[in-house]
């Protein structure tokens, strides 16, 4: 797995408000990570870790501008890689085939639409959504697959629409994951499945780095452990298929052999960087 420089910047004067967790209601916590401009807690309810303050829905929208699409557009050759190597953890193929025979996919935060463009190709019928409107743009007008350009909530597909849903690095990105899930509960299909990957914090570099863990950072909001994603999951109605973690030492931060065998171990253990779950509607 290659480093990448995650995308942090925390706008200047941005107005952000103290909020209990979404997850569980609660609006008991304690000081968690204090990353200066912004800070983490801990849900005493469920044990999230989360952003409080936090900055409110319609300005976090804001922030995935063109900015952020040039970061997007630069990384895009690593994100693919990276999406592709999880997909191929939790044995995609080998669940659903590979081909998509005009099934349906659909990527939530597709970014330039990379991994539609891949699936398409694999005969799959593609729908991206995409909240940073230059992306979707470019990805419309260069790959030739259909983004929304804006939340899940406004694409307001119809129930039931799609065999695969995946999203990958985008839940903890979301001020409110409950109702998120629960639409992307809504639009799969009956046995569809649901593929989420976020970062890891039961992960030793969570809990090594702690408020220097380069997934604590300004646009992240909640930071699942394993079972926090599990809950979130089971309680929308979705029956866990399977879970990888991945990324057991950043590149640079040890020699090589010595992160194999990290990357290896942390497989084995689940305290990989980066988690995936799969999940499946009911038949
Ligand atoms: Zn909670």
Redesign the pocket.
Same mark, same amino acid.
């Given at each position: 797995m290659s480093e990448i420089k995650t995308y942090s910047s925390r706008p200047v004067g941005e107005e952000s408000r103290l909020t209990a !967790?979404d997850? !569980?209601g609660?609006a008991d916590f304690q000081p968690h990570w204090d990353c200066h401009e912004f800070a983490f807690v801990r !849900?005493l309810? !469920?044990g999230?870790i989360y952003q409080n303050p936090q900055p409110l829905a319609d300005l976090v929208l804001k922030r995935y501008d063109q900015q952020y699409f040039d970061y997007e557009k630069s990384n895009e050759a690593s994100f693919l890689q990276l999406m592709r190597l999880g997909l191929k953890d939790i044995r995609f193929e080998r669940r659903l085939g590979r081909a998509g025979e005009g099934r349906t996919f659909l990527d939530i935060g597709c970014a330039t639409g990379m991994l539609l463009e891949v699936m398409k190709g694999q005969g799959w019928q593609v729908q991206g959504v995409e909240v940073c409107a230059a992306s979707a743009s470019w990805g419309r007008s260069q790959r030739g697959v259909e983004i929304f350009p804006g939340t899940l909530d406004e694409a307001g597909f119809p129930d039931k629409s799609f065999d695969v849903i995946h999203f990958s690095h985008l839940i903890e990105h979301v001020n409110y994951p409950r109702r998120f899930m629960a639409e992307v509960a809504r639009l799969v299909k009956p046995s569809g499945w649901v593929l989420v990957t976020t970062p890891n914090t039961d992960g030793w570099q969570a809990r090594w780095f702690g408020p220097h863990w380069r997934s604590a950072i300004a646009d992240h909001l909640y930071l699942f452990s394993r079972s926090n994603l599990a809950q979130l999951l089971t309680s929308s109605g979705l029956q866990l298929r399977a879970f990888r973690t991945w990324g057991g030492l950043a590149r640079g931060l040890g020699n090589p052999l010595k992160k194999a065998i990290l990357d290896r171990l942390v497989k084995v253990l689940g305290t990989g960087d980066v988690m995936m779950m799969a999940a499946q509607a009911p038949a």
């Amino acid at each position: 797995m290659s480093e990448i420089k995650t995308y942090s910047s925390r706008p200047v004067g941005e107005e952000s408000r103290l909020t209990a !967790c979404d997850l !569980c209601g609660s609006a008991d916590f304690q000081p968690h990570w204090d990353c200066h401009e912004f800070a983490f807690v801990r !849900c005493l309810g !469920c044990g999230v870790i989360y952003q409080n303050p936090q900055p409110l829905a319609d300005l976090v929208l804001k922030r995935y501008d063109q900015q952020y699409f040039d970061y997007e557009k630069s990384n895009e050759a690593s994100f693919l890689q990276l999406m592709r190597l999880g997909l191929k953890d939790i044995r995609f193929e080998r669940r659903l085939g590979r081909a998509g025979e005009g099934r349906t996919f659909l990527d939530i935060g597709c970014a330039t639409g990379m991994l539609l463009e891949v699936m398409k190709g694999q005969g799959w019928q593609v729908q991206g959504v995409e909240v940073c409107a230059a992306s979707a743009s470019w990805g419309r007008s260069q790959r030739g697959v259909e983004i929304f350009p804006g939340t899940l909530d406004e694409a307001g597909f119809p129930d039931k629409s799609f065999d695969v849903i995946h999203f990958s690095h985008l839940i903890e990105h979301v001020n409110y994951p409950r109702r998120f899930m629960a639409e992307v509960a809504r639009l799969v299909k009956p046995s569809g499945w649901v593929l989420v990957t976020t970062p890891n914090t039961d992960g030793w570099q969570a809990r090594w780095f702690g408020p220097h863990w380069r997934s604590a950072i300004a646009d992240h909001l909640y930071l699942f452990s394993r079972s926090n994603l599990a809950q979130l999951l089971t309680s929308s109605g979705l029956q866990l298929r399977a879970f990888r973690t991945w990324g057991g030492l950043a590149r640079g931060l040890g020699n090589p052999l010595k992160k194999a065998i990290l990357d290896r171990l942390v497989k084995v253990l689940g305290t990989g960087d980066v988690m995936m779950m799969a999940a499946q509607a009911p038949a």
